[in-house]
């Protein structure tokens, strides 16, 4: 399965939705929806009215939700985002059943996401291949003799399968000092657990992890036909491997930092990290034999693993690229390969008692692999121009409040403010889905090939990638594909991308009035505007390059107010006795509060040009209320403790409720809406404001 490998690209919700395969007995019989469920913008069925705001907020406007909400058995978490990307899945599996079954009069892309869909679905015949898709990769590493073969073997495997945890992933991104150039990047990789943390944290519950982590590397070898004792062994080498390998990567905090990922280097340059490992072998394999430059996000990385490399037998290397290429692979195999990778990678690590059925897992991966073919579809049937016009004007007020905020700001000089306008206006705003549609054609689909199809799709997106190196910039591109329930900035292309499935309700509510539309989606727009101030974003300028644009003393300003947010956030619990990492969720706290203050300053500016739209009290809640309320629905969610411990190492977002509740405590508006008293748990004495 793909990864993406773009940098510091700051999206609004992390993506964690692992695609594990399925085998459960379906608990109800399900069915494609034809037409999209309404849930209004404020539902005051989501609040527990019982909850005192001033107490716990996120309880009074969420309590309800929570309660009505049990997380689905197949899910690690289930919030509103969540259950809103569902319902767009439940949509698109309609498009893709119709799809799937005509044979005549379909496009190209019709034709492609149908049959796509088709092989996906066929259970029977995924069960009757059984292992049999791997056996192509498996003859390749079985033919591995010496260090002279790994390049050329790792460059074919690396454009089948796109997939990091092979060493290492190569493709192209923009040059840090110089965005309109796109250059090859080599990325640290090699991992099977989700952080590197994870290899060396020292409580019992990470201990166990690391203990079953081998345990299910060992059962994968037994079903490669290893045996039991030799499984064992295998899996214990792998483990020491990665490790290894852990050892010489970044934390997630190092990793937010761009100068950290910043190392350019020649073709010479890039020989002297790993000196056994021929380069220009791997590159002639890629189709990437001339490139002279290359960004290398990680060198300690590449020397330990040219030293690895080095010192490794043939067999330990052989034995590690079966290992990742089996996890690889695992969720398109048959059910006992993917009930294995299941057990661990959903159930064991993120506490999921049951696999998704089969059509959720089929539409993400068209969505993944197809994305923009199958967003076409969604576009032409849920996104009218008149709702991006609308997402639009709600884009440009919140500009508006932005540039006044820079403005009115007390701790920065007249210098620094006026590149920070520079930068303000060259934003560009992406809303609904790409101006220019991505060209499949290369990408061949065929019916009843469903590895196949995986494979060629792998393929065709690393060609897609390496084919930029040395190309002018696309700047309509999209990180994100139109039916995604998410929103991301992007630094480099300087760009805020708002896709037609986030836009829908109960996120963006056109039936609902203004008040929890500014709480919720402005508060989202203001989230992205806010991220190219944040505390990474603000080290790039307006044409997207890496660049200190601040004076020393205005700097100083910022961290101070930073330090604020990390001192605060570092105070709330995720899960027992793991607090929030705030270096780590440092920009998205950032840029939650700047975006509901932008938020409240576009809805303020909004109802002063149309005063005939002023609201009278609403559901027993006055619009000020109502803005609140809103805001804090699109954050409603239940997790599991398991996955809560993940994310607390990997996701730079702290969980829902602080990022209601943490917010509220820093926003007068918010105090003399809910008549909040000092000392009262929703009122701060020293209250953080950065934007
Ligand atoms: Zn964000």
Same mark, same amino acid.
């Given at each position: ?7 510091? @690209? ?16 379906? %608990? ?16 005051? &069925? ?12 996120? !309880? ?24 809103? =990307? ?15 079954? $005509? ?58 399968? =796109?997939? %990091? ?20 990047? +080599? ?41 039991? +004792? ?36 020649? /073709? ?57 290429? /089996? ?40 969505? !993944? ?15 009218? %121009? ?27 000089? =007249? ?38 199809? @995986?494979? $060629?799709?792998? #393929? ?83 044409? *997207? ?20 947010? @990390? ?20 920009? #998205? ?9 932008? *938020? ?5 500016? #909004?109802? &002063? ?32 403790? #398991? ?25 007068? !508006? ?22």
């Amino acid at each position: 399965m793909q990864s993406s490998l773009r940098l510091a @690209v700051c999206a609004f919700l992390a993506g964690c939705a692992t695609i594990a395969a399925a085998q459960a007995p379906a %608990p109800a019989i399900e069915h494609p929806a034809t037409t999209f469920p309404y849930t209004p913008g404020l539902d005051v &069925a989501s609040m527990d009215r019982n909850a005192d705001p001033c107490v716990d907020f996120y !309880q009074y406007a969420c309590g309800g939700w929570m309660k009505n909400n049990p997380i689905p058995a197949d899910q690690a978490r289930w919030g509103v985002y969540g259950k809103l =990307a569902q319902d767009n899945r439940r949509y698109l599996w309609g498009i893709l059943e119709d799809l799937s079954q $005509r044979q005549e009069g379909r496009n190209a892309n019709q034709q492609k996401i149908g049959d796509y869909f088709g092989a996906c679905m066929d259970e029977k015949a995924v069960e009757e291949r059984g292992a049999a898709p791997l056996k192509p990769y498996f003859d390749e590493i079985a033919a591995l003799r010496s260090n002279r073969d790994l390049p050329r073997v790792l460059a074919r495997l690396h454009l089948a399968l =796109a997939d %990091p945890g092979l060493f290492f992933a190569f493709s192209s991104s923009q040059d840090f000092a110089d965005s309109s150039r796109v250059i090859a990047f +080599a990325f640290a990789g090699g991992l099977g657990l989700p952080d590197r943390d994870a290899y060396f944290k020292s409580d019992a519950k990470s201990k166990d992890i690391r203990a079953k982590y081998v345990t299910h590397i060992a059962n994968t070898f037994r079903l490669l036909g290893d045996a039991p +004792a030799e499984a064992q062994r295998n899996a214990v080498r792998v483990m020491q491997m990665e490790t290894t390998l852990a050892k010489a990567s970044l934390s997630t905090v190092d990793k937010r930092d761009p100068y950290k990922l910043f190392h350019k280097v020649d /073709a010479k340059g890039l020989q002297a990290l790993t000196p056994g490992f021929d380069w220009h072998a791997y590159l002639d394999e890629l189709g990437q034999g001339n490139q002279a430059t290359f960004n290398v996000t990680e060198p300690a990385f590449f020397k330990a693993l040219g030293t690895m490399w080095k010192t490794n037998d043939m067999a330990s290397t052989r034995t590690y690229l079966r290992w990742h290429v /089996a996890r690889n692979l695992s969720p398109v195999l048959a059910s006992n390969f993917d009930n294995e990778h299941f057990d661990f990678f959903s159930r064991t690590l993120r506490g999921v008692p049951q696999q998704q059925p089969r059509w959720k897992r089929c539409v993400a991966l068209v969505d !993944q692999q197809l994305g923009e073919a199958l967003g076409q579809e969604f576009v032409g049937r849920a996104f009218s %121009p008149g709702l991006k016009e609308k997402a639009l004007h709600m884009t440009r007020q919140i500009e508006e409040a932005m540039k006044q905020d820079i403005d009115e700001l007390d701790w920065m000089s =007249a210098a620094t403010k006026a590149q920070a306008q520079k930068k303000l206006a060259a934003i560009v705003n992406k809303i609904g889905y790409p101006d220019k549609w991505r060209d499949y054609g290369a990408y061949v689909v065929k019916p009843g090939d469903f590895a196949g199809n @995986v494979r $060629r799709g792998n #393929e065709f997106e690393t060609r897609r990638q390496l084919a930029k190196i040395g190309k002018p910039l696309d700047r309509s591109e999209w990180g994100m594909t139109p039916p995604t329930v998410n929103a991301y900035f992007d630094p480099q292309m300087n760009d805020i991308n708002f896709p037609a499935g986030v836009l829908q309700p109960p996120l963006f509510d056109p039936k609902m009035d203004d008040a929890p539309n500014y709480g919720n989606t402005g508060g989202t727009i203001g989230h992205e505007l806010t991220h190219a101030f944040d505390d990474e974003g603000r080290q790039f300028d307006a044409n *997207g390059n890496l660049k200190d644009w601040w004076t020393k003393k205005d700097a100083k300003a910022f961290e101070e107010r930073t330090q604020c947010i @990390v001192d605060q956030y570092a105070q709330y619990t995720v899960v027992d006795d793991i607090k929030i990492n705030s270096k780590l969720t440092l920009g #998205e706290d950032v840029a939650d509060l700047g975006g509901l203050i932008l *938020g409240w300053m576009a809805w303020q500016a #909004e109802m &002063a040009s149309m005063p005939q739209k002023a609201q009278p009290l609403r559901d027993g809640l006055s619009p000020e209320q109502r803005f609140f309320v809103g805001y804090a629905q699109w954050a409603c969610e239940n997790d599991r403790p #398991e996955n809560l411990r993940v994310n607390a190492m990997t996701d730079p977002h702290s969980p829902g409720r602080y990022r209601v509740n943490g917010l509220m405590v820093n926003m007068p !508006q918010f105090q003399q809406a809910f008549q909040c008293k000092p000392g009262q748990p929703m009122v701060k004495e020293k209250r953080c404001r950065v934007w």
